[in-house]
């Protein structure tokens, strides 16, 4: 079962440099998320996506764009990276939220920015 | 609004030592709340859940109980494993996100 999968793992960028990182599920989920993990930091919220068709702003958006291209993909870019984007980024997907709570994680892109 | 505050690491702990983790909450309403454990390497899983005051999640010899008068979820383990070791976050689910604390770290030794 592949369930989240995420491309690529690893990525550098020089500062200015735009990527796309992707996000594809298998398990016919509504809701998905991505996030951004640092040092003493924990995990932050930077889009999501309650429903095919829907994106929201999370708790860190600024300096990033999303698009739900379909019920199984969702993906997130840098337009124009800087260092404070040097991070490990987690893609999640859930049934509905408000139903268990139950994310289910991809295993994460590293992104260093130059 | 809405926070998770979980004490910070690393907890380091011999084995068959008895382990907490200290989590606390602030929420309008009555959310749910979640253990996550990351292994080194992996992203998150879900290692327990309760939805609502009084419920005692449990799994793999973790439990954590959802107390409404002291807004906490403390996670715990009567005996580790080396295997245990990894960071665990606790998480507040609201509506249609999860908000997690900033991960605690716990190191088993031999």
Redesign the interface.
Known sequence: NAGVTQTPKFQVLKTGQSMTLQCAQDMNHNSMYWYRQDPGMGLRLIYYSASEGTTDKGEVPNGYNVSRLNKREFSLRLESAAPSQTSVYFCASTVRVENTGELFFGEGSRLTVL | GNSVTQMEGPVTLSEEAFLTINCTYTATGYP?L?W?VQYP??????LL?A?KADDKGSNKGFEATYRKETTSFHLEKGSVQVSDSAVY?C?L?Y?????????TRLQVFP
């Open positions: 749910s979640f996550y390497g992996e992203g998150l899983q879900l859940k939805t976050f998480a689910g509506t249609d996100k999860l908000i997690f604390g900033t991960g």
